[in-house]
C-alpha cells in the first residue's frame, strides 16, 4: 500500500515537474505548424528573423562602439526602460503573434496558475522578440560594464531585464485577455500602425538631437528619474558596480528582482482570476448589450441623431459615421487620416523647419476619406444599390455620405489650422490658409464622388489588404487620376492666391478665406451633381467591381 501510495503521489507530482519542457515543446510544435501552413509564412518568418538578426547586430556593435563615451550610461538606462516599455505594449497591439498569449485556451485543463506561471514563462522565451531584446540587453551592459564586479552584475541585469519584459508582456495580455479577444481588441490592434507611426517618428526626433555633437548629455535628466525605475535600474547597477558604488549596485539589482517577483505574483493572480472567473465578455456582456441594443430600438433617434437632417440624407450620414466607427478597416483609415494629418505640423514644427502650409495636411487626408466610396461598403453595397433608382437617389446618397465626411473634417481642418497657426504662425496668414484647406477639402470631395463612379474597386473584408487581387491598378489610377483632376479644379483660386502673392498684395489675402470656403462648397456640389447620373448609369458595373473581395 505504502508503494502504491508513493507511485500516486509521484504521478501527480510529475506532471508539475514536466510541464516546463511541455510548453517549451508546444510553442516550438506551434512555431513549427504554423510555418508549414504556407511558402509565403514561412518566408516572411525567415525575413523577419533575418532582419530582427541584422538590426539586433547592428545595434549590438553600435553599442559596443560606444562604449567609453561620456554619458554613455544614461544612453543605456534610457534604452532599457523603452525596451521595456515596448513589450508592454506590444500584447495590446499585436494579441495575434502568439497563440499562447490566450490563457483562456488552458482553462479546462487540470493545470495550478503557479507551476503554468513558470511554464509560460520559458516558453515565451523563445521567439524573435526575446532573442532581439536579449541582444539590446547584452549592448546595453558592455556600454556600461568596467571591471570584474562591473561584469558579475551585468549577468545578474541580462537575466532581470530579459524576464522582466516577458513577464510584464504576459501580465499584461493576461489581465487583458478579454479585451483582445473582443472587436474591441480587434479595433485596438487595427490602430496599430498609427501607434507605429507615431513612434516612429518619435525615434526620427530623437535620432536626429542625439546625432549633435553634445546629444548624448541631453539623456542625462531623463536618466536620473529613469535609473530608479526597474528594470532599467539594473542596467544603472552595472555602471556604479563598474565605478565602486556597490551599494548603489545592490539596490539597482535589489529592485530590479523585487519588480520581478510582484510582476510574476500580480500574473499568477490574473491568471487564477481568468481561469476561475465566468467569462463575462460573452454572457454577461452579450446580456447587458442586448438590453441597450433594446433599448435604442424603442427610441426613435436618440441622442445625437436627433441633429442629423431628416429623410435619406440623415439615414446616409448615420450609416457612414457607424461604419467609420464599427467597421475595423474604415476606423484604421479614419484613424491614420485624423493622427497623420495632426502629425504632419507637430513633427514638422519640432524638428525646427514647420510651417503654417503644413496644416494643408488635414483636409488633403480626410477629404481622400470620400473616394472609393462604394467600394468601401463591400459586398453590402447590394442593399444600397437596391434602393438607388434614380439620379435623384444617387445624388442624396452622395450628399449624405459628403455631409457626413464633413461633419468630421471641418471642424478638424478648424482645428489644425489654428493650431499650426498658433505653434509655428505667422497668424496673418491664416485667413489664407484656412480658406485654401476649404477649397483642398472641397475639391477632394468632388473628385472623390466622381472617382467613386468610375474607378470603383473592392476592399477585402479580411486580412490586411486594402485592394482586392487584380484591383491595384484601378486604386493607384483613381488616387493619383483624382489629385489630378483635384488640381485642375483648384488652379483658379490657385492663381488668385500666387497672383496676390507677386503682385506684393499681401493685405488683401484675407479675401481667400471667405472666396476658398465659397469655392469648396461649389466645387463639392458641382461634383456631386456630375456624378449622381453616372452612380444611377454605372450601378450594375459599380456593384460587380466593388463584390469581387
Known amino acids: ?7 500516486g503521489t509521484a504521478s501527480t507530482a510529475s506532471p508539475a515537474a514536466s510541464l516546463v519542457p511541455v510548453f517549451v515543446r508546444l510553442k516550438l510544435s506551434l512555431l513549427r505548424n504554423g510555418l508549414r501552413q504556407s511558402a509565403g509564412r514561412t518566408a516572411a518568418y525567415v525575413a523577419g528573423l533575418v532582419m530582427a538578426l541584422l538590426c539586433a547586430a547592428g545595434v549590438l556593435l553600435a553599442l559596443i562602439a560606444l562604449r567609453g563615451v561620456e554619458h554613455a550610461g544614461a544612453l543605456g538606462v534610457l534604452l532599457a526602460a523603452l525596451l521595456t516599455l515596448g513589450w508592454a505594449g506590444m500584447p495590446l497591439f499585436f494579441p495575434g503573434g502568439d497563440e499562447t498569449l490566450d490563457p483562456t485556451r488552458l482553462v479546462m485543463l487540470p493545470l495550478r ?21 536579449l541582444a539590446l540587453a547584452v549592448g546595453s551592459v558592455i556600454l556600461v560594464a568596467h571591471g ?24 499584461v495580455a493576461t489581465a487583458n485577455v478579454r479585451l483582445l479577444t473582443s472587436r ?9 500602425g498609427l501607434i507605429v507611426a507615431f513612434a516612429a517618428q518619435g525615434v526620427n526626433i530623437g535620432v536626429q538631437k542625439l546625432a549633435r555633437p553634445d546629444g548624448l548629455s541631453v539623456l542625462e535628466p531623463v536618466a536620473d528619474v529613469l535609473r530608479w525605475i526597474p528594470p532599467a535600474s539594473a542596467i544603472d547597477a552595472v555602471d556604479a558596480a563598474g565605478t565602486g558604488a556597490y551599494g548603489r549596485a545592490a539596490l539597482g539589482l535589489g529592485l530590479a528582482a523585487l519588480a520581478l517577483v510582484l510582476l510574476l505574483w500580480w500574473w499568477q493572480r490574473t491568471l487564477t482570476t481568468v481561469m476561475t472567473s465566468p467569462d463575462s465578455s460573452t454572457l454577461q456582456a452579450v446580456e447587458k448589450d ?5 433599448a435604442r430600438a424603442t427610441r426613435k ?33 479614419w484613424a491614420t487620416a485624423l493622427g497623420v494629418g495632426l502629425l504632419v505640423p507637430v513633427i514638422s514644427f519640432i524638428q525646427g523647419g514647420g510651417s503654417i502650409y503644413t496644416a494643408f495636411s488635414a483636409s488633403a487626408l480626410l477629404g481622400m476619406q470620400m473616394y472609393n466610396q462604394f467600394g468601401q461598403d463591400t459586398s453590402a453595397f447590394w442593399m444600397v444599390a437596391s434602393t438607388i433608382a434614380t439620379p435623384r437617389d444617387a445624388y442624396l446618397e452622395l450628399r449624405g455620405r459628403a455631409l457626413a465626411l464633413v461633419l468630421v473634417a471641418f471642424p478638424y481642418t478648424t482645428l489644425v489650422t489654428v493650431g499650426t497657426a498658433a505653434l509655428v504662425g505667422p497668424w496673418s496668414a491664416f485667413a489664407e ?20 463612379v468610375f474607378f470603383p474597386y473592392s476592399i477585402p473584408s479580411e486580412g490586411n489588404k486594402n485592394v482586392a487581387p487584380g484591383q491595384g491598378a484601378i486604386a493607384w489610377f483613381s488616387l493619383l487620376g483624382g489629385f489630378l483632376v483635384a488640381a485642375a479644379f483648384a488652379a483658379p483660386l490657385l492663381a488668385l492666391t500666387l497672383f496676390l502673392h507677386l503682385a506684393d498684395m499681401g493685405g488683401l489675402l484675407w479675401v481667400l478665406l471667405p472666396v476658398g470656403a465659397a469655392y469648396g462648397f461649389g466645387a463639392a456640389l458641382l461634383g456631386m451633381r456630375l456624378a449622381a447620373p453616372r452612380v444611377a448609369a454605372r450601378l450594375p458595373e459599380i456593384l460587380t467591381a466593388v463584390s469581387k473581395g
Open 148 to 171: 570584474a564586479a562591473a561584469a558579475v552584475a551585468g549577468i545578474l541585469a541580462v537575466v532581470l531585464l530579459l524576464l522582466i519584459c516577458v513577464a510584464l508582456a504576459r501580465g
Open 301 to 333: 433617434g436618440g441622442g445625437a441623431t436627433r441633429l442629423l437632417p431628416e429623410g435619406r440624407t440623415g439615414t446616409v450620414m448615420l450609416r457612414t459615421l457607424r461604419y467609420a466607427w464599427r467597421d475595423p478597416k474604415s476606423k484604421m483609415s
Open 184 to 192: 474591441r481588441g480587434r479595433d485596438l490592434a487595427v490602430l496599430s
Open 113 to 133: 496558475p503557479r507551476s503554468l506561471t513558470g511554464a509560460l514563462l520559458v516558453a515565451s522565451l523563445i521567439g524573435i522578440g526575446p532573442l532581439f531584446t
Open 1 to 7: 500500500m505504502t508503494a502504491t501510495a508513493r507511485t
Open 290 to 294: 442586448s438590453g441597450r441594443d433594446s
Open 433 to 452: 490658409v484656412y480658406g485654401l484647406s476649404l477649397a483642398l477639402l472641397g475639391t477632394l470631395i468632388a473628385t472623390g464622388a466622381l472617382a467613386s
